[in-house]
Nanobody
């Protein structure tokens, strides 16, 4: 199983970025696909998730209304569209896949991508 996150970079405050997560190695149709982020010196933080089957989503309050998670079933990809970015969004962003738990904690996810760095300048 492999999750490959990409799309990070440097963006000015107020700007947008779109992260991608390419999933391979198994069928993810029953999985929850999550996004987490980890800023320097901080714990890994839940951003949001999407259910691969049905497409329902859930977001952390800190990103609700600014970030949108979507999926491309045909190409086994999940996306994180980030708008109105601010410096507090600076972190390494990780995609993850899991079946269990509520999906709000890292322990709910069995598979993780390598992370992609997002830096938001003020």
């Amino acid at each position: 199983v492999q999750l490959q996150a990409s799309g990070g970079g440097l963006v000015q405050a107020g700007g947008s970025l779109r992260l991608s997560c390419a999933a391979s190695g198994r069928t993810f149709s029953n999985y929850r696909m999550g996004w987490f982020r980890q800023a320097p010196g901080k714990e890994r933080e839940f951003v949001g998730y999407i259910m691969w089957s049905g497409g329902s989503t859930y977001y952390a309050d800190s990103v609700k209304g600014r970030f949108t998670i979507s999926r491309d079933n045909a190409n086994n990809k999940v996306f994180l569209q980030m708008n109105s970015l601010n410096p507090e969004d600076t972190a390494v962003y990780y995609c993850a896949a899991g079946l269990h738990g509520l999906g709000l904690e890292p322990g709910s996810y069995a598979y993780w991508g390598q992370g992609t760095l997002v830096t938001v300048s003020s």
